[in-house]
């Protein structure tokens, strides 16, 4: 069965180590913080100017000047530290945070990400996205396999304008655990109880299936 | 003899000299840290034609947004925008320019603006549309393009605390892009909570040196929340103990 | 589980892993600001073969200086150096190579190297020896050069107060360029004064964010002072008044 | 008679305005802070990090981590500000402060300044004098007008190797204020005593002399 956005998130947390400092995109990249393991610590990092961020503030803490780069009221952990946005993007495009994760619309085959733009439909920008995947060695994408329709988001070539290119090592849909290497997609794990025939049909992108796939552990 | 003494008696003073068609580099991430009265004093003034360097353009009656009504704004340079429904309708009609830039790229153009670097390169943007007609040069094996400085005829900035020779100091993540838009306007001018004596904040510890700052006010503030998230209080806490 | 605490047991752990031939840079100016116990170290160790980035080189028993008599150093990158007489014999024996490089180009170039900008362009410099092979270009009627990052295999940085998860809080002008050679190391090593509780640095007033930091250590300080210039006492002003 | 290092410390402190943040080099500069009119404010930048230079300290105020870029130990003044080095020659690039004040070996009629190597004799560095020059719009260079032996040091063309090309506006010397512009050396005031001809023997570039050449008054 499809992960959901919860599991999605469960399974991004395993790939955590201790002491990474972390910057979680909007959406289901921000259900990760619920599911770091209890035995590691690491940081997040919020591209609006804040590394150490906590967790939401109870209705008496709530602060207007503290939000993360959702908008979203949030706190500070201990150790946490505040800077302007030339600083904080030092930290990304300078590749010193260890882990990114973000959502997307399409990947393809040769890393490339679209993720900002559906041309005449959204166009509100591309926020610091543009950064996060041209600073960060280490990036995982979390997004859906398929539309709703069937039709693939893991492409041969993205049709949508680029959020960036060639960026994408690591992918996390609801179905499957995907590396990129060579012009291919790698199949690593796959959800309970979804076939590796499902996936290679749901993939658009050449599908590199090697020996038995194990399915992820949640 | 003023001195260094850049407090001004007005919003209407602080912004004098702002006239159409000019260029205004604007702090603030979404609601957080915006320069809320400067911007309410552009809009009273009417300046029209406007080109506007920001992260965001506000909602339909806060922040930037308020300036869309009258269509005072001709253009907009930001990372993020269409959080309301005159903006996107002046967008589609092509009533208003907007230039999407990566945030990071946004932040570090206003650095560069104020620090007198006119370009650098960058890997943010390499083949996607932000690299449309920009040089792109290899380093080390990697591609990158090259991004030109932002300078704002006028910088409008909210900050926490200032003595009265302008050094600035932010609270929490409203600093953003504040620090930066104050060094990359022609005139800069800044709001602030609390305006303290000379010499009661640590030289170590201020984060915008007065000599970025040209005028400056002291102001009461709204600070509207876009997204106000919470959890519930913590259950082991007891009322009181 | 470690988690972020940075703290290393000794100077010789501080630096496990510099090897010869590698890259150093180091903050501090002149003498002030300058990381003595983890040059000290190097010295024990004997690396050789190293390209320092460095304002300065010290003095001949002080400072970066002590690396000379054992031809530790390869090639220096600063602005201002030959504050004493071994570095001088060297150079003009050839022994030594030096790059020479403006003080506001070489923060910049620190700067870069930690931000992932790959190079910039400068007015600095144009039309001078420091601008031979570079490309001039020319924004808005003005010609400017670029010029390159740098990047360090270590980066040795002296600050004064720090948590152990890295986050540093320099004093007065020992600041200089130690904030800058902390983003520009693949690892960067940092002594400290004080090692103060998570929790209890303002997160507002973080000069440097532990993100940057790879090791830490206290450590204590001759702090050598250059030039001791000073006035008379104040007349006006009584013992013990 | 030529002006004493003094004397042309304190005719520079008349080109000092109320609210001028101004950086003083090392030699003769650094005298202009005697000199200051009792009557407005100047604030020092030193570009090591400081903005609002104080006095030099008393034994007792003795600080070793407090320095100006002649690396002297000095106080601060009230409403002063430390900062980085990439922050202090962000402040001098892009051309935020308001009067640099430095000395030469040569400056010639194009506005070029030769200041800190003597091939063969003196590379020690250009320090920050690189970067002064290049990002004030408004800068006096302090200097003898000629050698010992009366070789100009107002040139054609520096023989130097270049701190900055053309960016030098005004040059004050033991024996003449002048501007430089259109190619030429422009005498605006000459110093007590020191005759109009005195000065056109000891300038090598072309030198305009308008009318009636004033004293300087001290």
Chains 1, 4 share one sequence.
Request: glycine share 12%.
């Amino acid at each position: 069965m499809a992960l959901s956005r919860e599991q999605i998130a469960q399974r991004v947390a395993q790939e955590l180590k201790d002491g990474y400092y972390v910057n979680l995109g909007i959406g289901i990249p921000t259900l990760v913080a619920n599911y770091i393991p209890q035995d590691i610590e690491v940081m997040l990092q919020s591209e609006n100017g804040l590394l150490g961020m906590g967790q939401f503030p109870t209705i008496d803490e709530i602060d207007a000047d503290l939000i993360n780069a959702g908008k979203q009221t949030v706190t500070m952990v201990k150790g946490a530290s505040v800077f302007d946005s030339a600083e904080s993007f030092a930290m990304i495009r300078g590749g010193h945070v260890d882990l990114t994760v973000l959502g997307a619309f399409e990947v393809d085959a040769n890393g490339n990400i679209a993720s900002y733009m559906i041309p005449g439909k959204l166009i509100k920008g591309m926020g610091g996205a543009m950064d996060l995947v041209a600073g960060a060695e280490n990036i995982i994408v979390t997004m859906t396999h398929a539309s709703k329709h069937g039709v693939s988001k893991l492409l041969k070539n993205c049709t949508l304008p680029l959020t960036g290119r060639g960026c994408i090592k690591k992918v996390l849909t609801d179905l499957a655990f995907m590396e990129i290497k060579d012009g291919k997609f790698h199949l690593l794990e796959r959800a309970p109880g979804v076939s590796v025939e499902e996936i290679i049909q749901l993939t658009e992108g050449e599908l590199v299936v090697n020996g038995d796939i194990a399915e992820m552990k949640l | 003899m003023a001195g260094f003494d850049k407090v001004v008696a007005s919003y209407e003073e602080a912004l004098a000299g702002l006239t159409d068609n000019m260029t205004v580099i604007a702090g603030g991430f979404g609601l957080c840290g915006i320069p809320e009265n400067l911007i309410s004093e552009i809009k009273r003034k009417g300046t029209k034609g406007l080109t506007l360097v920001s992260n965001n353009c506000g909602v339909d009656d806060f922040g930037l947004g308020v300036l869309l009504p009258n269509r005072q704004i001709k253009k907009i340079i930001a990372s993020y925008v269409g959080e309301n429904a005159e903006f996107e309708r002046q967008m589609m009609a092509g009533e208003l320019e907007v230039e999407l830039t990566p945030q990071g790229t946004l932040a570090e153009k206003m650095r560069a603006g104020g620090a007198g670097i006119p370009a650098f390169f960058t890997a943010t943007g390499v083949g996607t549309p932000v690299a449309e007609g920009k040089e792109v040069r290899s380093f080390n094996g990697r591609d990158y393009i090259l991004e030109e400085a932002l300078i704002g005829d006028f910088a409008i900035v909210k900050a926490w605390k200032a003595d009265r020779y302008g050094n600035l100091i932010f609270r929490k993540t409203a600093r953003n892009f504040n620090p930066l838009a104050a060094t990359a306007g022609k005139i800069t001018v800044v709001e602030v909570e609390e305006i303290v004596e000379v010499g009661s904040l640590d030289p170590d510890q201020i984060h915008t040196p007065g000599i970025y700052v040209d005028r400056l006010i002291q102001g009461t503030f709204e600070k509207r929340i876009e997204q106000r998230t919470t959890r519930p209080a913590d259950p082991h806490k007891v009322k009181g103990a």
